[in-house]
């Protein structure tokens, strides 16, 4: 496993506890439309998508910085659109727990894409 990579992954997983933890916690307190439904699935998918966008990215930085660049662009495109999928198809077949489900999604989206950048960015400096 690659140097760099390595402490991403110890870094990302606390992250992911650590999300996870203040997700049940938020359940335990509030009801209704608010309820954050399938905690687990969104913090794995994001967990999941990171760890591999990240690697895909360090491993496309050994070929060149701009096919880096390009490379990152591409990602992010790629997984908000599977992300809008996910939100849309969500709506349509659980409408009474949407609300609580797309505010999670949203906020675990802004999250563990500003945990990436920084980490790029501490990573090519």
């Known amino acids: ?3 760099v990579l390595r402490p991403f992954l110890l870094k990302i997983t606390l ?3 650590l999300l996870f933890s203040l997700t049940l916690l938020w359940n335990r ?3 209704g439309q608010m309820e954050v439904s399938h905690p687990l699935v969104i913090t794995l998918y994001f967990y999941l998508s990171t760890v591999l966008t990240h690697y895909l990215i360090l ?3 050994k070929r060149s910085p701009a096919y880096s660049v390009r490379f990152y662009m591409a990602s992010s495109f790629a997984r908000m659109m599977i992300s809008i999928l996910i939100l849309i198809a969500y709506v349509f077949l659980h409408r009474d727990g949407a609300v609580g489900f797309i505010l999670a999604f949203a906020i675990y ?3 563990y894409l500003s945990f990436e950048v920084v980490s790029l960015y501490r990573t090519q400096k």
């Open 1 to 3: 496993m690659s140097s």
């Open 29 to 31: 307190y509030t009801s």
């Open 109 to 111: 989206y802004l999250l």
């Open 59 to 61: 491993r496309a930085g």
């Open 15 to 17: 992250f992911s506890i």
